[in-house]
């Protein structure tokens, strides 16, 4: 192979650190049509199969070798509704890249970048090419929560010609998209122009509805006149340490720090006050290592951290954030304090984080995870000065919705229990996917879950067979 894959321009360290501005910059037209002609056009595609909503890679890579990336981007719509978001944050070395064929002997295709350059020609362009809605049904399907599964499934239940709604808690649309992911990896306004295409494909969106508070999952039935409800309130209830010191001021979950940073716009200083604890000239650390907590850190520095740390128990090989976002972060400046776990955070008279007490570990045998499991190495604690600490160790179950809706089971850790192949639940008419049946995984899970619940529920639609 004697092209080598197109690198991703992007932001210079030093530059982007301060900043809440994307990292990666796209490819150029000449970079994206160089790595397409890396494709090698297999007539058995691994690529496709290992993509969770079954994009047709190779058909939309062909489109942009022939300099159509509009029809590219056309054909990436007939499986995904949220191109320009996934090129952005799906983790393709684990998923289509890494299912490449080329990736055996050299580095494999840049799917993910060919997918970001057509959606954003396409968005650029204005000439948005939406598939075409088949006839009604009059069928309404409720939706329950908009990030990716609740989004994927709306999109391929409006294609079929039903009616969807789709319900959000919060005073925006987008979910964890909008939420938790931070500007200098998924713009707002990216999140924001996928909606407006949904919304022109005649998807309702209706915000500030709490389902489980403001309506129960019956009210959408009885009331409401659903046939229909697909459950996709994900993950987002936030794990702590349960250590001493963790009601000190300063002391965030990832959940509520990140939260409060896209939302509330802390990334947007000049015209926003920083409706966050004031990272400026502090010590911040992250407790854990996984994208989320990448995230956090990343968004420490740029909010003006003097240091940012990631501590986290297990050494850096285990860590389960993309090596991407680990690379960038250590570009950036964070410090990585691996194999360090926090036993207790210290305050001052007035309940206000000063510093945080650390016991250094070392690797034992393989726990069930198949990783390796760490252990306290006796006599090793020793303090360090912090005044933030943000815990970023998981989330569970958002409770809501199991919580008013007792006949719908639920496992022991509050996720609903929903079929694995048809995510039908034990409710007639419900169905379940995403974060709140899998437990917290990627934007591109979600939205595989959306696409096998939206067939489900087509099925269930148009036979009445439960």
Not at 32 to 39: P, V
Not at 223 to 238: H, K
Not at 246 to 262: C, K
Not at 303 to 319: D, H, P, Q, T, V
Request: charge should be negative.
């Amino acid at each position: 192979m004697k092209i080598p894959r197109q690198a991703m321009p992007e932001q210079e360290a030093a530059v982007r650190a301060r900043n809440f501005g994307e990292v990666n910059l796209g490819l150029e037209v000449v970079a994206a049509e160089t790595e397409a002609q890396r494709c090698l056009s297999c007539a058995d595609p691994k690529c496709v199969g290992g993509c969770p909503v079954g994009v047709k890679i190779k058909d939309f890579v062909e489109l942009v070798l022939a300099g159509d990336y509009l029809k590219a981007a056309a054909k990436i719509r007939e499986d995904n509704v949220l191109p320009a978001v996934t090129g952005r944050v799906c983790p393709q070395e684990n998923q289509c890249e890494g299912a490449c064929i080329m990736g055996k002997r050299f580095s494999s295709l840049a799917i993910g970048n060919l997918e970001r350059f057509v959606a954003d020609y396409e968005r650029q362009s204005g000439q948005i090419g939406l598939p075409e809605r088949a006839p009604s049904t009059g069928k309404k399907v409720a939706i329950v929560g908009s990030g990716p599964a609740g989004l994927s499934c709306a999109g391929d239940l409006a294609l079929q010609g039903h009616q969807v709604t789709v319900f959000e808690a919060l005073h925006e649309i987008g979910g964890v998209l909008l939420y938790g992911i931070p500007e200098f990896r998924l713009p707002k306004d990216i999140v924001r122009g996928e909606i407006e295409n949904m919304k022109k494909m005649g998807i309702d969106f209706q915000t500030n509805v709490v389902v489980g508070k403001s309506m129960t999952i019956d009210e959408l039935f009885d009331e409401e006149a659903f046939d229909a409800v697909f459950i996709a309130t994900g993950a987002g209830l936030p794990q702590f340490l349960d250590i001493p010191g963790e009601h000190f001021g300063g002391v965030y979950s990832a959940n509520e720090f990140l939260t409060r940073v896209n939302l509330m716009k802390a990334y947007d200083s000049e015209h926003y006050d920083q409706p966050v604890y004031d990272c400026r000239d502090r010590n911040v650390a992250v407790v854990g290592g996984g994208n989320t907590a990448m995230d956090s850190v990343r968004s420490a520095m740029r909010l003006g951290a003097k240091n940012a740390y990631i501590i986290y128990r297990r050494s850096e090989e285990e860590m389960p954030a993309r090596k991407e976002e680990v690379h960038h972060a250590k570009d950036e400046g964070v410090e990585f304090m691996n194999l360090h776990n926090p036993i207790e955070f210290i305050g001052d008279e007035r309940g206000v984080l000063t510093g945080v007490k650390l016991i250094k570990m070392e690797l034992g045998e393989p726990d069930d995870s198949g990783r390796r499991r760490p252990k306290p190495i006796e006599g090793s604690e020793f303090e360090m000065p912090l005044d933030v600490a943000i815990i970023a160790v998981g989330t569970g179950a958002n409770p809501l919705v199991q919580s008013t809706t007792p006949d719908m089971a639920t496992n022991k850790w509050g996720y609903i229990v929903a079929d694995e192949k048809s995510l039908r639940t034990n409710k007639r008419g419900v169905f379940a996917g995403g974060d709140i049946v899998s437990g917290a995984a990627t934007v591109i899970l979600a939205m595989g879950a959306g696409r096998t619940a939206a067939r489900s529920i087509n099925d269930f639609l148009r036979t009445g067979e439960w």
